[in-house]
């Protein structure tokens, strides 16, 4: 434990750095947010948040970090670091980064993405290349797009036809509608003991597409609703156990083609954003390769990462458990970038 103390755990204070500061502080790590100024009141309302550094907005991050190297911080990247940062940024980072800096180039490519997922013989939507091909509804979705935002849905090729002429963003893919029950799995992969966990799982409550079912469809005809897909939250789930070895299997083999295909591949949080269909098949329509905002529900552990642990498990608070790890084993630089 003395050796840990030496390390602080710090991120950026947004998304789940609540989760992963509180999972810090159970673990015996002092702690640091990254705060723009009027997030400081929030962010001082918890006693297992030891310091913060303020600064005007998301951007003026590198006027910190020297600070942050100074402090003996490890960073632990989150969603709103490549939407408010850039990928640029998070990649010229110099203070110790949790995770493999690599992986962002992958993630960040829908084209790349379906490759490793193909290659981990892990099923995804078909993709049209030409409007022409277009024989099912489908999700049109931009490079960038975050919590749901950036994408359309059309339900043949002349609605297709009709909705790219306003559609701006570039590059973009264009994706078979999958219908089915979104669920989003929640992994945890250890370099130190090569081992793969299922820590939660959550599925998400989009506005509108969740709440079509409100308003009968007969109700809706002539009201020109269309559907949209911007997460307001998260709530939780179990999974079919007949499911859940398919689940781990998924996860197994993301892993291993991550270690064929990008130096060191894959560790610690990443998540499978599945649709499991009426013949309960899932469909893998992305991987975020970090913690994400449905964990958040888990800051307590789950019933899942109750199996592994008898105490409360939350992703942040198992990031925060593998670097106390690392340390006692003399192994930081193999977890850190
Ligand atoms: P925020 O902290 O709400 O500003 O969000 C930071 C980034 O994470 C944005 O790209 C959001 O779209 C994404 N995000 C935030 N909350 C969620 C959530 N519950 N589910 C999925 N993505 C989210
Ligand atoms: P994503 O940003 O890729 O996680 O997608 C946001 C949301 O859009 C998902 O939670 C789904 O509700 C929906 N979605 C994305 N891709 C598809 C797809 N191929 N089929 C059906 N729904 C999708």
Redesign the pocket.
Known sequence: MAGSLKYKIATLGSHSALQILKGAKDEGFETIVVATFDRESLYKRFSFIDKILKIPTFSDFPEIENQLIALKAIIIPHGSFVAYLGINANQKMKVSYFGNKKILNWESDRLKQREWMQKADVPV?RRFIKASEIDVPV?V?SYG????HG?FFAKNKKEFRERIKNFKARPYII??????V?L?IHYFYSPLSNKLEILSMDK?Y?TN?DSLGRIPSQNQQGLGIEPS?V?VGNSPLTLRESLLAEAYDMGERVIQTSKKLIRDGLWGPFCL?T?ITPEQKF?I??ISCRIVAGTNLFVDGSSYSSFYYDKPVSTGRRIAMEIKEAIKKNRLSEILN
């Open positions: 939507p999700m979705k797009a975050a919590g749901g994408y994706q078979e509608y999958v219908i089915g979104p989003y998400r989009e597409v897909f997460v954003e649709i469909s329509i992305e």
